[in-house]
């Protein structure tokens, strides 16, 4: 079974700056999908970015960006110019790309505070 | 409306009752997923739904869960004899459709608690 790991429930950083957030995973597929999820106070989860594993290069959207390490098994994501309204929580998410699999797997999150 | 709605935003119940969570997907998804998030968790994959029929039921955690799509829009997410660990966030997701890169909209959730 696949597992998702985020070893830091809480981070800080200085507003401007820049944090990378950890991920990693343990899968036996080749082939799968990576999301990062955010959570603010109201609980409405929102899609921050997303990867094919098929695909080496690593996906930016705006400020965010991911190093996608497959052989590490590892999927982080680094926030940059970091905004008050990044404080949230965090979460990583795998989906196989198994034909009838709509599973996704969550991690338990990293609390991202930002320091005005 | 412009999202995803759940009703209600707060439950309490009694252990052994019945309750019933409902959500409203965006106008046009056939997709739509039931997730379970207990306190300092991330959620929890329950069941997903591509128009009527559940394609993926794999995360039930047991013949207490059940979950109805009769229209392919309106899905209520039905726990029997509810017990105290199912106290948690309900969240529910709508999609355009159930592949990989149709981005999922979440709820808000519907809090459930059960003395």
């Known amino acids: 079974a696949q597992t998702v790991t985020q070893s830091q429930p809480e981070m800080s950083v200085q507003e401007a700056e820049t944090v990378t957030l950890s991920c990693t995973y343990d899968?036996?597929?080749?082939?799968?999908?990576l999301f990062w999820y955010k959570q603010p106070p109201s609980r409405q989860m929102i899609l921050v970015i997303r990867q094919e594993a098929y695909k080496q290069q690593n996906a930016t959207e705006n400020r965010f960006s991911v190093n996608f390490q497959k052989a590490a098994k590892s999927f982080s994501l680094k926030i940059s110019d970091s905004q008050l309204g990044d404080a949230a929580m965090y979460f990583c998410?795998?989906?196989?790309?198994?034909?009838?699999?709509?599973?996704?797997?969550f991690g338990t999150g990293t609390r991202l505070k930002v320091l005005a | 409306g412009a999202g995803v709605s759940q009703t209600p935003s707060n439950k309490v119940t009694e252990k052994g009752k019945y309750v019933e969570l409902r959500c409203d997907p965006i106008?046009?998804?056939?997709?739509l997923y039931w997730y379970r998030q207990s306190l300092g968790q991330g959620p929890e994959f329950l069941i997903y739904f591509q128009g009527t029929g559940a394609a993926d039921d794999s995360g039930l955690p047991n013949d207490r869960f059940f979950a109805v799509r009769p229209e392919g829009s309106v899905s209520t997410l039905k726990i029997q004899r509810t017990e105290r660990g199912d106290s948690a966030v309900y969240l529910c997701?709508?999609?355009?459709?159930?592949?990989?890169?149709?981005?999922?909209?979440f709820g808000p959730g519907t809090r459930l608690t059960v003395l």
């Open positions: 106008s046009g998804h056939t997709a």
């Open positions: 997701a709508s999609s355009l459709g159930g592949s990989w890169d149709n981005e999922q909209f």
């Open positions: 998410a795998y989906r196989s790309s198994t034909s009838g699999t709509y599973k996704y797997i």
């Open positions: 899968t036996s597929e080749s082939d799968y999908y």
